[in-house]
Nanobody, 128 residues
């Protein structure tokens, strides 16, 4: 069974950094588009970043562009989100997700409806 497990969340001061990791297992995740989403308190889930199966193409939300970097290591079946210059508004539960219906090796998507598998989430809290 395909599984995703996030780790690396925690409490950090504004301006600090965190690196989230998503461990994948059970499926051929090296063929999947992988993404990050977050859900702030009282708000809907929102797109953060997506990376193609090949790892050569990425998409990042405007709200985190220049601060967050999305990467993957297919040999280790892992997805990463490096978060720098964190702000209080980055406080949220962060989820990784996998889209198995890959259109091409370079395809990325920001639509949560296209993702088939989701992790349980990891809490990131940024104190001001």
């Amino acid at each position: 069974q395909d599984q995703l497990v996030e780790s690396g969340g925690g409490l950090v001061q504004a301006g600090g950094s965190l690196r989230l990791s998503c461990a994948t297992s059970g499926g051929t995740f090296s063929n999947y588009v992988l993404g990050w989403f977050r859900q702030p308190p009282g708000n809907d889930r929102e797109f953060i970043a997506s990376i193609s199966a090949s790892g050569t193409d990425t998409a990042v939300a405007d709200s985190v562009m220049g601060r967050f970097t999305n990467s993957r290591d297919n040999a280790k079946n892992r997805l990463y989100l490096q978060m720098n210059s964190l702000k209080s508004e980055d406080t949220a539960v962060y989820y990784c997700a996998a889209d198995r219906a890959v259109q091409s090796a370079n395809y990325v998507t920001s639509s949560p409806r296209e993702y088939d598998y989701w992790g349980q989430g990891t809490q990131v809290t940024v104190s001001s």
